[in-house]
């Protein structure tokens, strides 16, 4: 497998091309060299804690065993992750959930076909020196998510609308995750902002920053968004999921099996698996990192579906897009179990 990290500037450039020019028809795959099924994923930080199993399951050989052939691109945003797939330059997006139900209110049809997590794993962290003490303080502040129209940006709308705060009344600055996150804390470009491991690790561990919100358990997110919130996924065209059922249910079964193994290993175990880089020269700050969200992972990769439900209230509270066709979304459309229920079966 090939792992490519893509610019803003070469989305830009892909997406321009797909406008002017015909583009690779995502909706059938394709064949690699090797004659297997070739299937393009981009996954909106491959890097981070909560998106984990897109890489461990290339570690692992999953997909191999599948006989697949899995290109990984890595993205920091997955917004720009959810922008390449629409335009039809992936296959498939490892991201939140809650893009779903944001591209079916504006007319696309995107399905989350493994739901690998039904909590977000992010936290709302805040520099030490900063006056925010809840959401209600987040008046006047300048926030940090990864872009604007990510996942990051939709949670972080979502607690300021529950204190009444609208989102004219802070400013989201772009920062992405890990050093610039962390950057644009030192510097004073953000008060705080939405962040994963190991960024969290990083800055709690250095004293930089504290958790305002933690969502990397259930209870935690439950207690910020009032219910469940389905996350980390794997969604794909609609189109794409009717024409090659027999792809989607190879990687339905490759990320199912590794969601098992994360089940049955430790941290420890964990990061021995994943490529050394991640770990940024502190074994166990990564570890430390993985310990403390790995309990958001599903071993059955099924969608919560009072969860699903959760997330609409959630994006209809702040939303412009989907509070206005909140009683017109379809969430049947936005998910299926079908698949990962056929892998259990298998085994």
Request: aromatic letters at 6%; proline letters at 3%; one cysteine or more.
């Amino acid at each position: 497998m090939r792992i490519r990290r893509i610019t803003g500037a070469i989305v830009a450039l892909a997406l321009a091309a797909a406008g002017a020019s015909a583009c690779q028809d995502s909706r059938t795959a394709q064949t690699g060299a090797s004659g297997k099924p070739k299937v393009t994923i981009i996954v909106g930080g491959l890097e981070k804690v909560i998106y984990l199993p897109a890489m461990l399951t290339q570690q692992l050989g999953n997909f191999t065993a599948q006989g697949l052939d899995v290109e990984l691109q890595g993205e920091q945003s997955g917004a720009t992750a959810e922008t390449s797939l629409v335009a039809k330059q992936v296959d498939g997006v490892v991201g939140f959930y809650d893009h779903t139900i944001d591209l079916q209110a504006k007319g696309q049809c995107i399905q989350s076909v493994v739901q690998m997590a039904n909590i977000p794993g992010e936290a709302e962290m805040v520099g030490t020196k900063a006056a925010i003490n809840s959401s209600a303080d987040f008046k006047g502040a300048k926030l940090g998510v990864t872009s604007l129209g990510s996942s990051t940006d939709f949670l972080t709308k979502a607690l300021a609308a529950k204190a009444g705060v609208g989102a004219d009344q802070y400013t989201p600055v772009k920062v992405g995750a890990g050093q610039t996150f962390i950057a644009s804390l030192d510097n004073g470009g953000i008060d705080g902002g939405m962040t994963t491991d190991p960024t969290i690790a990083q800055l709690t561990g250095t004293g930089k920053a504290k958790v305002l919100y933690d969502m990397r358990t259930a209870e935690g997110t439950k207690a910020a968004l009032g219910g469940l919130y389905p996350a980390t996924s794997l969604y794909l065209n609609c189109d794409f999921v009717q024409r090659n059922r027999e792809v989607v249910q190879k990687l339905a079964n490759a990320f199912v099996a590794t969601l098992k193994w994360i089940s049955q290993h430790s941290a420890e175990e964990i990061a021995a698996k994943m490529p050394p880089s991640y770990r940024g020269g502190d074994q166990a700050l990564y570890v430390k990192s993985i310990k403390d969200s790995i309990g958001m992972f599903n071993a059955d990769g099924k969608m919560d579906a009072d969860g699903a439900k959760n997330v609409l209230e959630v994006l209809s509270s702040f939303s412009t897009n989907v509070k206005p066709r909140k009683d017109s979304i379809d969430l049947s459309k936005t998910y299926t179990t079908e698949f990962v229920e056929a892998a259990a079966k298998q085994g």
